[in-house]
T-cell receptor, first 112, second 109 residues
Framework: KAGVTQTPRYLIKTRGQQVTLSCSPI?????VSWYQQTPGQGLQFLFE???????NKGNFPGRFSGRQFSNSRSEMNVSTLELGDSALYLC???????????FGPGTRLLVL | GESVGLHLPTLSVQEGDNSIINCAYS??????FIWYKQESGKGPQFIIDIRSNMDKRQGQRVTVLLNKTVKHLSLQIAATQPGDSAVYFC????????FGKGTKLSVKP
């Protein structure tokens, strides 16, 4: 079974721009969660989607948003990018959420 | 507030020795814990998990111990190998995962 895939793997953007990241979960997994990883803050939960609905949300500003499609693929969007948004964005999938989550390789975003 | 924290940021061990990575948590409602391994340039990789109704769980060369009395979790790696060099995270699951800061394990040949 293929693992979680994320595209693109690397991105360079400038302040004020917006970015969309994509995640394809493991086949059969319906829950997709997003995390931000930075050296200073570690791994922090952004949000979780299940059956196209946001089920849980972390403590991030409204510039961070996401969605999930009927095939369970998910996208997250960051608008009006700030330098502090530079991070590794990780997607994780699980069958229904609340149990073991499997991570993708991440998208490394650099904001200049 | 709830948190999942690690005692040591770095750990250096000799190849072949056993490694022990520790983790403390503060939320007594925690019922599911996971250890992840993250190698450079990769996403976290599931190692082993344990539920609060267990004290110990063993996998291949890894053992997780849970002490609910002192709210402490540990990961033991037997016969540590160079391929075990990575950052190890403990995480508590409450739907979303709450991660500790991570311990960097370095294995000396």
């Amino acid at each position: 079974k293929a693992g979680v895939t994320q595209t693109p793997r690397y991105l360079i953007k400038t302040r004020g721009q917006q970015v969309t990241l994509s995640c394809s979960p493991i086949s059969g997994h319906r829950s997709v969660s997003w995390y931000q990883q930075t050296p200073g803050q570690g791994l922090q939960f952004l949000f979780e989607y299940f059956s196209e609905t946001q089920r849980n949300k972390g403590n991030f500003p409204g510039r961070f948003s996401g969605r999930q499609f009927s095939n369970s693929r998910s996208e997250m969007n960051v608008s009006t990018l700030e330098l502090g948004d530079s991070a590794l964005y990780l997607c994780a999938s699980s069958t229904t959420g609340g149990e073991t989550q499997y991570f993708g390789p991440g998208t490394r975003l650099l904001v200049l | 507030g709830e948190s999942v924290g690690l005692h040591l940021p770095t750990l250096s061990v000799q190849e072949g020795d056993n490694s022990i990575i520790n983790c403390a948590y503060s939320n007594s409602a925690s019922d599911y814990f996971i250890w992840y391994k993250q190698e450079s340039g990769k996403g976290p990789q599931f190692i082993i998990d344990i539920r609060s109704n267990m004290d110990k769980r063993q996998g291949q060369r890894v053992t997780v111990l849970l002490n609910k009395t002192v709210k402490h979790l540990s990961l033991q790696i037997a016969a540590t190998q160079p391929g075990d060099s990575a950052v190890y995270f403990c995480a508590r699951s409450q739907g979303n995962l709450i991660f500790g800061k991570g311990t960097k394990l370095s294995v000396k040949p």
